[in-house]
């Protein structure tokens, strides 16, 4: 016969927990159960004074994760649920059936915690199935452990996806009995990871167990967090390389044709791959992840650039073929007049230093260096005549063009910088929640 996943996890829960009987005979097992069956009642608390409160000992050994549904906001992992607990009527003296301490039967026969999970996904059943091993000490101590795999309602935090991390938990209540009637205590302050397998999308940080008298339920929460590399290498990373790769569209020459079938064929690869990152997304709204807003300023500056590719182009093939006035020309000279002030004072620098290398008698000489004569003149001048010369002169559209894709590619490679830094930064800078 073929055991399901489940019975093959209860069976070596309980062969790796507890001692393997032997030397005891069949018949002597057989009576045992006979005898201590005979009268016994699974409905009622195996306690002999039934006023008194019956004490359940719980354990929760979590196996692996397997998966974490940010959508559905449920958690679904392989566990096993230990509950030890004194049944007076399973008490025996060892020496009247051959020395046997120990006997393990079907749970379904005797009496066990009815729990629930009261955070489930799936239908509220009681926890644990009657097939289940249950075994006895012959000082009454019955210990059942329910492996299963769970799925619970956990509420997704995704805020800093995939840098996120979430406090999901296992609630298991006695909804059939008060409180002074069974209660129930952890063995230990933390969920038991003796037996788990480390998943290979989230890292277990840590546990704890929270207690609650007055509803008789025990909280066992996990708290695990999204190993990132994946997303960082695959999504991060290409994202942020095409967004600078769209910025250097304004280095491409005007005159090559080429520059608004590349803005489009750039804008449309971003738009794609936003397309198929975005069905890997966590699609919740509260809250939204931080990476979502990025992925949008990403593809609106986008197209701003494609925007102003079109624009830049429109200013290169003017057909007004006049002097370029207004708030354009002014702009323009401007900027070139101070680039060409700093490459003139350059070349000043250069020549004062060869001509006083060559010429040390005459300090008339020495002084200005005209760069059309050869002579020297003084450095301050240079900016002078040229504001004077150049703010009056012709100023094109091709020119306009030109330094209007110059302040373009230093602006957008800036924009997309600040958004990945700010990005980064909030990631990096978030708040543990527990």
Excluded at 15 to 41: G, M
Aim: aromatic share 14%; glycine share 4%.
């Amino acid at each position: 016969m073929k055991l399901s996943r489940t019975e093959f996890l209860m069976f070596a829960f309980i062969s790796i927990h507890l001692h393997i009987v032997s030397s005891q005979t069949y018949d002597e097992a057989v009576s045992l159960l006979r005898n201590k069956t005979l009268f016994y009642e699974k409905s009622l608390r195996p306690v002999k004074n039934q006023s008194s409160t019956l004490v359940v000992h719980v354990n929760f050994d979590l196996v692996s994760i397997q998966d974490f549904n940010e959508v559905q906001e449920s958690l679904t992992v392989i566990g096993g649920l230990t509950l030890i607990w004194t049944d007076d009527l399973m008490k025996w003296n060892p020496t009247d059936y051959g020395g046997m301490v120990d006997i393990v039967s079907e749970s379904g026969k005797f009496w066990t915690p009815y729990l629930i999970l009261t955070n489930s996904v799936n239908k509220l059943d009681k926890v644990g199935e009657s097939w289940q091993r249950i075994r006895f000490t012959h000082e009454g101590v019955a210990i059942v452990i329910q492996a299963d795999t769970w799925s619970t309602m956990c509420k997704a935090n995704v805020k800093y996806y995939p840098w996120d991390d979430h406090w999901c938990g296992f609630e298991f209540s006695s909804v059939a009995y008060r409180q002074d009637e069974m209660s129930l205590q952890p063995v230990s302050d933390a969920v038991s990871t003796h037996y788990y397998t480390e998943s290979e999308t989230w890292e277990l940080k840590g546990s704890d167990i929270q207690v609650s008298y007055e509803n008789s339920s025990v909280l066992f929460r996990v708290h695990f967090a999204r190993k990132p590399l994946f997303v960082l290498v695959n999504v991060v990373v290409p994202i942020t390389a095409m967004t600078f790769l769209n910025a250097v569209i304004f280095v491409i020459p005007a005159d090559s044709g080429e520059r608004i079938s590349y803005s489009v064929t750039v804008l449309l690869a971003i738009a794609v791959f936003l397309t198929l990152v975005g069905e890997n997304l966590p699609k919740t709204s509260n809250p939204m992840p931080v990476f979502s807003f990025y992925l949008l300023t990403v593809l609106m500056i986008s197209i701003v650039i494609t925007f102003a590719n079109i624009f830049s182009l429109r200013f290169y093939h003017h057909d007004n073929t006049g002097s370029v006035k207004g708030v354009f020309a002014k702009f323009t000279k401007y900027l070139l007049h101070m680039n060409k002030c700093k490459k003139k004072n350059k070349t000043v620098k250069g020549a004062n230093t060869s001509t006083k290398e060559k010429k040390t008698g005459n300090k008339s000489n020495v002084n200005k260096l005209d760069l059309s004569t050869g002579y020297e003149i003084e450095d301050n001048s240079v900016c002078e005549y040229s504001s004077c010369s150049f703010m009056n002169t012709y100023i094109t559209w091709k020119e306009v063009s030109v330094t209007f894709d110059k302040i373009c590619t230093v602006v957008f490679n800036i924009i997309f910088m600040l958004a990945a830094f700010i990005f980064f930064m909030c990631v990096y800078t978030k708040e543990k929640k527990v």
